[in-house]
């Protein structure tokens, strides 16, 4: 069984930063995609960032490039997203997903099959 323990999340005010972490066990990591997704209250859950199993290939979604750094660490079988400049728009539970299929990067929700529970990210203006 493949687990997905996500943590970091807070209340900050905006222009803060705050660093996720995802703690992964159970599964092939080094070989998996993994994602960072958001939703927001009455909104749909949607694609933050992405990273391929090497860590080379990564993607944003664009109201976060500059502001966000997705990396992993397949030694600890951990990833992590740094956020900076965080906006009230920024606000949402963050989950960390993995798709074993690792051949690229998706944007999708469909596009990932193990998921965490969730930490919750509240930004203030």
């Known amino acids: 069984q493949v687990l997905l323990v996500e943590s970091g999340g807070g209340l900050v005010q905006a222009g803060d930063s705050l660093r996720l972490s995802c703690a992964t066990s159970?599964?092939?990591?080094?070989?998996?995609?993994m994602g960072w997704f958001r939703q927001a209250p009455g909104k749909e859950r949607e694609f933050v960032a992405g990273i391929g199993w090497s860590g080379v290939t990564i993607d944003y979604t664009d109201s976060m490039k500059g502001r966000s750094t997705i990396s992993r660490d397949n030694a600890k079988n951990t990833v992590t997203l740094q956020m900076n400049s965080l906006k009230p728009e920024d606000t949402g539970v963050y989950y960390c997903?993995?798709?074993?299929?690792?051949?690229?990067?998706?944007?999708?929700?469909?596009?990932?099959?193990?998921w965490g529970q969730g930490t919750q990210v509240t930004v203030s203006s």
């Open positions: 159970g599964g092939a990591f080094s070989s998996y995609i």
């Open positions: 997903a993995a798709d074993p299929k690792g051949v690229r990067i998706g944007i999708h929700r469909d596009d990932y099959e193990y």
